[in-house]
Protein backbone atom coordinates (compact mmCIF):
# COMPACT_ATOMS: atom_id res chain seq x y z
CA UNK A 1 0.00 0.00 0.00
CA UNK A 2 1.21 3.47 -0.60
CA UNK A 3 1.43 6.13 1.59
CA UNK A 4 2.11 9.91 0.82
CA UNK A 5 2.84 12.56 3.55
CA UNK A 6 2.83 15.71 2.38
CA UNK A 7 4.49 19.18 4.94
CA UNK A 8 6.07 22.47 4.43
CA UNK A 9 2.94 24.58 3.24
CA UNK A 10 2.51 27.72 5.44
CA UNK A 11 1.96 31.55 4.74
CA UNK A 12 3.48 33.75 3.26
CA UNK A 13 4.34 37.26 1.58
CA UNK A 14 4.39 37.75 -2.57
CA UNK A 15 8.02 37.06 -3.61
CA UNK A 16 8.98 34.70 -0.88
CA UNK A 17 9.68 30.80 -0.79
CA UNK A 18 8.35 27.63 0.58
CA UNK A 19 9.50 24.32 0.11
CA UNK A 20 7.26 21.45 0.11
CA UNK A 21 8.40 17.98 1.12
CA UNK A 22 6.43 14.57 0.22
CA UNK A 23 7.44 11.35 2.06
CA UNK A 24 6.19 8.48 0.60
CA UNK A 25 6.06 4.39 1.38
CA UNK A 26 6.03 2.09 -1.42
CA UNK A 27 6.57 0.78 -4.72
CA UNK A 28 6.06 4.07 -7.02
CA UNK A 29 7.34 5.15 -10.22
CA UNK A 30 6.26 8.59 -11.08
CA UNK A 31 5.36 11.51 -8.73
CA UNK A 32 3.84 14.81 -8.64
CA UNK A 33 2.43 18.13 -7.36
CA UNK A 34 -0.79 19.29 -8.03
CA UNK A 35 -3.04 22.36 -6.52
CA UNK A 36 -6.20 22.99 -6.10
CA UNK A 37 -7.94 26.50 -5.03
CA UNK A 38 -11.26 27.03 -3.89
CA UNK A 39 -14.13 26.91 -7.18
CA UNK A 40 -11.01 25.73 -9.12
CA UNK A 41 -10.80 22.53 -10.68
CA UNK A 42 -6.93 20.34 -9.43
CA UNK A 43 -4.66 21.77 -11.80
CA UNK A 44 -0.82 20.10 -11.96
CA UNK A 45 2.07 21.86 -11.34
CA UNK A 46 5.04 19.75 -11.81
CA UNK A 47 6.44 15.87 -12.22
CA UNK A 48 8.96 13.88 -12.45
CA UNK A 49 9.70 10.63 -13.44
CA UNK A 50 13.47 9.15 -14.25
CA UNK A 51 15.14 12.51 -13.77
CA UNK A 52 12.80 14.10 -16.22
CA UNK A 53 10.79 16.96 -15.15
CA UNK A 54 7.55 19.28 -16.25
CA UNK A 55 5.86 21.81 -15.62
CA UNK A 56 2.66 23.52 -15.60
CA UNK A 57 3.00 26.98 -17.71
CA UNK A 58 2.31 28.66 -14.74
CA UNK A 59 5.16 28.46 -13.04
CA UNK A 60 7.79 30.03 -15.25
CA UNK A 61 11.30 29.33 -13.71
CA UNK A 62 10.29 29.75 -10.11
CA UNK A 63 9.05 26.07 -8.68
CA UNK A 64 11.87 23.49 -8.71
CA UNK A 65 10.55 19.55 -8.45
CA UNK A 66 13.23 17.14 -7.42
CA UNK A 67 13.07 13.69 -5.27
CA UNK A 68 15.49 11.97 -3.41
CA UNK A 69 15.30 7.89 -4.29
CA UNK A 70 17.29 7.30 -1.16
CA UNK A 71 14.76 8.63 0.93
CA UNK A 72 11.86 7.78 -1.21
CA UNK A 73 10.62 11.79 -0.62
CA UNK A 74 9.60 14.27 -3.24
CA UNK A 75 10.48 18.10 -2.83
CA UNK A 76 9.09 21.46 -4.35
CA UNK A 77 10.88 24.45 -3.90
CA UNK A 78 8.87 27.39 -4.92
CA UNK A 79 10.19 30.91 -5.46
CA UNK A 80 8.97 34.41 -5.57
CA UNK A 81 5.54 33.31 -4.88
CA UNK A 82 2.28 34.70 -5.77
CA UNK A 83 -0.84 35.61 -4.46
CA UNK A 84 -2.80 33.33 -7.59
CA UNK A 85 -0.31 30.37 -5.88
CA UNK A 86 -2.64 30.02 -2.61
CA UNK A 87 -3.90 26.72 -3.07
CA UNK A 88 -3.96 23.35 -1.54
CA UNK A 89 -0.87 21.56 -3.25
CA UNK A 90 -0.86 17.18 -3.18
CA UNK A 91 1.58 15.12 -3.70
CA UNK A 92 1.12 12.62 -6.35
CA UNK A 93 1.90 8.94 -6.97
CA UNK A 94 1.63 6.71 -9.73
CA UNK A 95 2.82 3.02 -11.03
CA UNK A 96 0.99 1.64 -13.83
CA UNK A 97 -0.07 4.41 -15.52
CA UNK A 98 2.79 6.68 -15.61
CA UNK A 99 3.07 6.74 -19.78
CA UNK A 100 -0.08 9.47 -19.53
CA UNK A 101 1.35 12.85 -19.68
CA UNK A 102 3.08 13.93 -16.54
CA UNK A 103 0.25 16.55 -15.39
CA UNK A 104 -2.70 14.44 -16.25
CA UNK A 105 -4.30 13.35 -13.01
CA UNK A 106 -5.30 9.87 -14.85
CA UNK A 107 -1.76 9.04 -14.39
CA UNK A 108 -1.61 9.21 -10.68
CA UNK A 109 -3.22 5.99 -8.66
CA UNK A 110 -2.56 7.62 -5.04
CA UNK A 111 -2.99 11.13 -3.26
CA UNK A 112 -1.81 12.76 -0.42
CA UNK A 113 -4.03 14.88 2.44
CA UNK A 114 -2.42 18.08 1.00
CA UNK A 115 -0.99 21.02 2.71
CA UNK A 116 -1.91 24.77 2.62
CA UNK A 117 0.08 27.27 0.67
CA UNK A 118 -1.59 31.04 1.44
CA UNK A 119 0.59 33.59 -0.21
CA UNK A 120 -0.51 37.44 0.58
CA UNK A 121 0.31 40.46 -1.14
Known amino acids: QVQLVESGGGSVQAGESLRLSCAAS?????MGWFRQAPGKEREGVAA??????SYGDFVKGRFTISRDSAKNTLYLQMDNLKPEDTAMYYC???????????????????WGQGTQVTVSS
Open 48 to 53: VKSGSA
Open 92 to 110: AAGRGQCWLPPLSRSRYTY
Open 26 to 30: GDIYC
